[in-house]
Structures are given as C-alpha cells and as structure tokens.
C-alpha cells in the first residue's frame, strides 16, 4: 500500500483475505468447537430427513476427493468436501415465453448475472407466473453461463433462468459457503465448457472441493470477513475523495499559475510585449533575406477570446507567434494506413525511425516499428524530428506530450504526431508543457471522429486557441513553483 497517495490495490487485499480465510489463518481455531467431522454427520442427517420429507432428491455418491484435488492444507479441525455434500443445488430452467412479464405478475425472474451487486442481487424488472426453479433467502446465487463463478446472496424469494444456480447449504453458514465460492471464480472458470460462451453444468459445481471448518468457526471467518471488506470500501471511498480532491488541487494550482497568481510578478523582467517585438523584427529580417517565407498574419486576439485577466507584463498570444522561426515548426506526420507498403522499409544501417503516438503516451524514443529509406527521410524533412521538439498525440489518446531528449534517434513523425518546436526566447518548453494542460479539453471537443478520435487540427491549435503569455524569467518560477506544489499535492 502506498500511503503516501492512498493508492492501493483493494481488488488484490479482498483476494488476499479470502485466500487466508480459506487456508484457517484469518482467525484462530479454538479447541472448544466441535469438528468439522461432527458438522459433516449432522449434514448427512439434515441430508436424509429432506429426501424423507420429499423437499430434495437422493443424489448418487459423490467420489472421494483426492490429494491433487485439495489446493492448499487446511486445519485439522476442518474437513475437505465436495459442495454437492455440503449443500443442495437448483439449475435454472428458462420459464415459457409467455408466463414472462414486466408487470410485476408472479414472481420476480432472473435470467443471468445482470442484476448482480457486491453480494445481494438487485432488483429485476422481469417477472414471471411460473413457479418452476425458486430459491429464497437461503440460497447462494451462481453465475453459470457467460461469465461463470460470479456469485451473490439473496434476500428475498426468485425464479432463476438457465444462466444461473441456487446453492442453499446444509446446517452450515451460507455468508461463509458464500465467500469461498467467491475466492474460486478461476476454479469455475477452468472448468467451463464451451467455445462461443463459457457455461458450467450442475455436476461441476456439486463437484467442487470446499474446505469446511467447524460450524463456530465459520461465523468467525464470515464475520471477520464482513469487517474487513467494509473497512476496504471505506478506504476506497476515501481514496476516492482524495482523487477528486487532488484533481481539484491540481486544477486549481493550474489556473492561478495561468492567471499570473502562482507566483509574484518582477517589476525588472522584460515584459513579454517588448520580447515579442524583437521576435517580430528578427522574423521580418529573415524573411527579407529569404531565409524563410511569410506566413498568413494570425487575427488579432478580441476581448471576447480572452478568458481572464493577466498581469500587465503578460500578453496573450496565439501559439503561431511563440513558434521556432523556421519553416516547419508545427508540423503533424504525412503518413496514411493506405501508404506503408510503399513507404516504410524493414530496420537497417541506413534506415530512418517514424515516431508513432505511442512515443508520446509512453514518453519514449525507442517505441515504434516502422522506418523508411534515406531517400525518403530527405524528401520528408520539414517533418523530421530534432532534440527538444515537443510531440503530441492524437487519434484515440489525444494530448499526450513528450519532449524529444538530445540523443534523439533521427527520424520524423507519423500521421498520429503533432511536432510542436518552439521558440525558446519566447516561451519554454516546461511552460508550454504546463499550459498545454488547460488546451486539451477544447483540443478534444474539436477533434473528429466517433468510434476513434482523430487528431485534432494543427490549424485550430495554432490560430484559435490564445495562449496567456508571461515573460520568459516568470515563466522558470512558474514551472519551479507548479512543480513543487504538484509534488506536495
């Protein structure tokens, strides 16, 4: 357990407390209580008066269970049976079409698990006037078709279809019949049949070895059970709370750090305005010298566009004028599905690597499968990839950002990739990164698609979305600050 985030695995804890409880180590045996061996003469007992009385069928024997069918030791106190000696077992039977109702006539009906909770099944809509395959309050339900093993309890009286079973125990504690049949779903589940949907037959689960303890005994460990499985879900509840009220931390400390709040502002820093100038004048250089090409002007920012108020050193910007002033600085990857064949090439010396979105959503250079030839990483240079290049994810998982390390193999990015190269006078990498945190939910309400969502536009991420823009110095203590209170949240 990670106590430091409240993260913990509650599904594997459950697991583990029935395993103990099924091996005698979750509460100690007391010499005091009569053997298991005793209980197992009172079930025959119960067993024959049933049949006498006409309530059940005489079953044939069951085999004995072998060694190799026994999983684990148990207490000498505790005896190995199989569940068909410890407890009679109803299948369901499906009930004619037209006894079946929504009308609340006859009895409550159950076709499959549908209905099931955490332990008492809930409540069908479907009934039926049948009074074929009842069970009530003393039985276990069992899932027995697609899946197989799920079990809850019941408190009330049901007609049960062909999905499922009743398992109602004989002079034994169902709440403790009921944890074990839960902490072997897999026994179940390995020995189902069938290939379109697995199903178990009654024979398989009469077949079932089950460790019974004394009758004491077991209203201990179902007890003890109960107690520790309600403490569990109040620790997920908890957890639960703590994740909801960090997400809320976390946005909360996203928005003062984008509103200018996080930390104070420095009368002697260059304001961003006076930097944006000097990035306007160097590109027009470059451009009179033909070092690169004038692009479309970007519209002017409205009041309308402006979400907030940002401090008089800031200035708001579309992310088209923070960009590396070369040709090229945003860029998403020229590959289609329909284009593999003709251009990607099996790895070798002279190969080029295709940076795929899995190299974002899992932070790395060495993901991917594809490369192509010299030849055509020369033609596809505008969409190569250099060290501190950003590179954002689309199609499916969208917004995930990897900033490319200074070994960076060559290579360039592929259809599922926005390449993002800043310019690092202007805005840092680390603030981009931070801010871009905000831009992904509108990012994605204007990404397309429906089964997968398809990348977003690189035009809507460049002219429509305005970005709040601190000087370059403010922009180090925001992401030192953000990060630390990150780290304490």
């Not at 279809?161 to 839960?182: C, H, Q, T, W």
């Not at 994740?243 to 400390?253: E, G, H, T």
């Not at 995930?400 to 190269?421: E, H, M, S, Y």
């Amino acid at each position: 357990m990670k106590t430091n985030s409240l993260d913990f695995d509650a599904q594997a804890l459950r697991e583990k407390i029935l395993d103990l409880a099924m091996r005698g180590k979750l509460v100690k045996q007391d010499p005091n209580d009569e053997p298991a061996s005793v209980l197992l003469e009172k079930i025959k007992a119960e067993k024959a008066e049933l049949v006498k009385e006409g309530k059940i069928k005489k079953n044939k024997p069951l085999p004995e269970i072998t060694d190799d069918e026994k999983p684990f030791d148990i207490p000498e106190s505790w005896e190995w049976v199989r569940l068909g000696d410890a407890a009679n077992i109803i299948m369901g039977q499906a009930p004619k079409g037209t006894t079946v109702n929504e009308l609340g006539e006859g009895i409550e009906f159950h076709q499959g698990k549908t209905e099931f909770t955490d332990k008492i099944i809930g409540k069908s809509l479907k009934y039926t006037t049948s009074d074929n395959k009842i069970i009530d309050d003393k039985y276990i339900i069992m899932a027995v078709r697609a899946p197989v093993g799920d079990v809850n309890l019941l408190n009330r009286k049901i007609s049960i279809g062909r999905g499922l079973a009743g398992i109602m125990p004989y002079v034994s504690n169902k709440e403790y019949i009921f944890y074990y049949l839960d902490s072997i779903k897999s026994y179940f589940e390995a020995n189902s049949t069938g290939s379109t949907f697995k199903a178990i037959n009654g024979n398989t689960i009469k077949n079932a070895p089950i460790p019974l303890p004394p009758l004491s005994e077991q209203s201990r460990i179902a007890a003890k059970i109960a107690q520790l499985f309600a403490l569990l879900r109040k620790v997920e509840s908890s957890t639960q709370q703590y994740a909801k009220l960090q997400s809320l931390l976390k946005s909360k400390v996203l928005d003062l750090a984008m509103r200018g709040k996080l930390v104070k502002q420095d009368p002697n820093d260059e304001p961003a305005s006076v930097l944006l100038e000097k990035i306007k004048a160097e590109k027009e250089q470059l451009i009179k010298e033909k070092k690169i090409k004038r692009s479309k002007p970007l519209p002017p920012i409205s009041d309308e566009e402006k979400p907030f108020k940002i401090p008089d050193s800031w200035e708001w910007v579309r992310l088209g004028e923070v960009l590396a002033l070369e040709d090229g600085s945003i860029r998403r990857g020229p590959f289609g599905s329909s284009l593999k064949k003709t251009y990607f090439v099996p790895k070798g010396k002279n190969t080029y690597k295709v940076y795929e979105q899995g190299n974002a959503i899992n932070q790395s250079v060495s993901y991917g499968h594809y490369y192509i030839s010299k030849k055509k990483f020369n033609e596809l240079r505008s969409f190569s990839v250099r060290p501190q290049d950003i590179i954002i994810s689309g199609a499916g998982t969208i917004g995930k950002t990897f900033v490319l390390p200074a070994d960076v193999p060559a290579g360039v990015i592929n259809q599922a990739l926005i390449r993002v190269r800043l310019n690092n006078r202007l805005i840092t990498n680390d603030y981009f990164l931070i801010a871009f945190q905000q831009k992904v939910n509108l990012l994605n309400k204007r990404a397309k698609g429906t089964a997968i969502k398809n990348m977003f536009s690189i035009a809507h991420m460049k002219n429509d979305i305005v970005w709040a823009l601190p000087p370059i110095s403010e922009q180090n203590r925001i992401v030192r600050q953000f990060k630390k209170m990150n780290k304490i949240i």
